[in-house]
């Protein structure tokens, strides 16, 4: 991002190590933006997106997540369900994971979903913020 000043390079972090491991300061960005990697990596991944944008997002800071999810563990599309299965038999730590279940995680550090966007290709955007006591 020549000529703008204030967008960094996009990092390279091990989103399952803490978030002291990435080398960024509390409440540094007003952005994170994570796309199609919860579906394809363990759950402690999705677990250490949620606990690192926490700390390091400034207090109106956003989190976006975007990738395929399930919704009231329901797949949207039988397509949805034959990847999923797909994604399972690779790595039984993979998988669609349910829209609720990152709620519940981003309430446990202090965020709470405030939209989920249908996109297409049967995708979503999250949007999580950082909770006001």
């Not at 009231?72 to 797909?86: G, L, Q, R, W, Y």
Request: overall charge negative; hydrophobic content about 40%.
């Amino acid at each position: 991002f020549k000529g703008v000043g204030n967008v960094e390079q996009a990092r390279l972090i091990d989103a399952a190590k803490g978030v002291e491991t990435w080398g960024v300061p509390p409440e540094a960005f007003s952005l994170v933006y994570c796309a199609n990697v919860t579906h394809i990596s363990p759950w402690c991944v999705t677990q250490g997106i949620l606990r690192g944008a926490s700390a390091i997002l400034s207090p109106t800071g956003t989190l976006l997540i975007y990738g395929p999810f399930k919704l009231n563990n329901k797949f949207t599309t039988d397509s949805n369900a034959a990847f999923d299965a797909s994604l399972r038999s690779q790595d039984p730590s993979w998988g669609y994971r349910d829209i609720s279940d990152l709620e519940r995680e981003a309430n446990a550090v202090g965020m709470h979903l405030a939209d989920a966007y249908p996109m297409p290709a049967n995708n979503f955007m999250l949007r999580f913020v950082k909770s006001v006591d």
